[in-house]
């Protein structure tokens, strides 16, 4: 099994530079696309059509490839590669003739969409061999925070340099590179995977698991709950945002709650997880940060920008507290040799939740419609805030099964 060893957090730092780089890659795709060459509107729907079908389809069919590679490093290098490489040849296809470009492309947008949904597969069941099992939560606190520090200096680098759409694909071409360079260079001990059953057989062992064992079922319906009431949090943010009375100071807002809950989040992980438990910090982040969302209902009233951005950010927060715990806990007790098809059967349920959860948004239009007036707004932010603190049911149900000691699963017979 994995077990916890001095050497390898030695490795963390050139896996969380490769993660980085290859986040700057999945952040930047999209913007050097289009940067490149005026694309139907109509793409966008590709795109999310396309993402659809790699989370749901294909994010389960890779874990279980991952499961069966020799080194679960082999995912992550060949996406980060296939990054570099499409992207290169969109670069070079927009010098040539609108009849070439516009089809390449296209299907360069089709294939990174792809790589975005897979891409959590392979990073996450890899970690565990590099770090060990005793060190997740920091670990992912750190993979949670390196990619924002990335973009925050290439940002300021490309706007130094003044770089027009060929330099920033330039820029993010290469970092994909190196993203595959780095992940090549980070070597971990890992026991060799179990004889092969057959493709579809693995496949739904990787699903059987995940919700017949009762803390991952837990853990599944929480981050689905979650994805699935996100839309509507996000249309009454939207009305919060139309009845602030300091509109001016709204991008600053924004800035302060992106990074402010990215360095919060992570820093309250790691400080908080050893008391706790990785387990019980998720459900009390969840239980304690999700009310600060009635907040919002004071954007329009004196000092509305505080209570707007204390509204956003510590939900923000709280969430991704939750994100880091809840990931490190699953991968702590999930056996070596399930890893990949666990962490894909999350990946295609994170997806049906954000389907599922466009229905919601329908009342939080209907909610959002007068800003101006309060009870509506009030309404749907206590909905939210209900809605939002509904995920950590299944948590609380199953809380007493992860808290008992227990050794990981070995992928040895």
Do not use: K
């Amino acid at each position: 099994m994995i077990s916890s060893s001095p050497l390898r957090p030695r490795r963390l730092p050139l896996f969380g530079l490769a993660a980085a780089l290859f986040s700057l890659l999945l952040t930047y795709s999209v913007p050097v696309l289009f940067g490149l060459r005026d694309l139907p509107m109509g793409v966008y729907s590709l795109r999310s059509v396309t993402m659809l079908v790699a989370a749901v389809l294909v994010a389960p069919l890779l874990g279980t490839l991952v499961d069966r590679a020799r080194s679960r490093r082999t995912a992550v290098v060949a996406l980060a590669l296939v990054g570099a490489v499409a992207l290169a040849a969109a670069t070079g296809a927009a010098q040539g003739p609108d009849a070439v470009s516009g089809p390449v492309i296209t299907a360069v947008l089709v294939t990174m969409s792809a790589v975005t949904a897979l891409a959590p597969v392979g990073e996450q069941a890899y970690l565990p061999s590099i770090v060990g099992r005793d060190r997740l939560v920091t670990a992912n606190a750190v993979l949670h925070v390196l990619p924002l520090l990335l973009m925050m200096a290439i940002g300021a680098a490309l706007s130094w340099a003044d770089g027009d759409g060929l330099t920033l694909a330039v820029a993010v071409g290469v970092a994909a590179a190196c993203a595959a360079a780095a992940y090549r260079g980070v070597q971990a001990d890992e026991e060799p995977p179990l004889p092969r059953t057959g493709l579809w057989r693995e496949t739904m062992e990787g699903l059987r698991f995940t919700f017949r064992e009762p803390v991952l079922r837990a853990i599944a319906l929480c981050v689905m709950v979650t994805s699935l009431t996100g839309g509507f949090a996000e249309e009454m943010e939207g009305a919060a945002r139309g009845a602030l009375a300091d509109y001016w100071n709204l991008s600053l807002s924004m800035m302060v709650t992106l990074y402010g809950a990215t360095a919060l989040g992570a820093l309250v992980a790691v400080l908080l997880h050893r008391r706790l438990g990785a387990y019980r910090l998720a459900i009390a982040a969840l239980l304690a940060s999700q009310p600060f969302i009635l907040l919002l209902a004071l954007s329009g009233g004196p000092g509305g920008w505080w209570w707007y951005t204390l509204g956003n950010l510590v939900p923000t927060a709280g969430l991704i507290v939750v994100s880091i715990a809840l990931l490190s806990h699953r991968q702590a007790i999930t056996p070596d040799r399930l890893l990949g098809r666990v962490g894909g059967t999350l990946v295609a349920l994170v997806m049906l939740g954000e389907i599922a959860g466009t229905l919601l948004r329908l009342p939080g239009d209907w909610l959002a419609e007068d800003a101006s007036s309060p009870l509506p707004l009030l309404t749907g932010l206590v909905l939210a805030t209900a809605l939002g603190m509904a995920a950590a049911v299944p948590l609380l149900r199953a809380r007493h099964l992860a808290t008992t000691p227990r050794e990981p699963e070995s992928a040895l017979p």
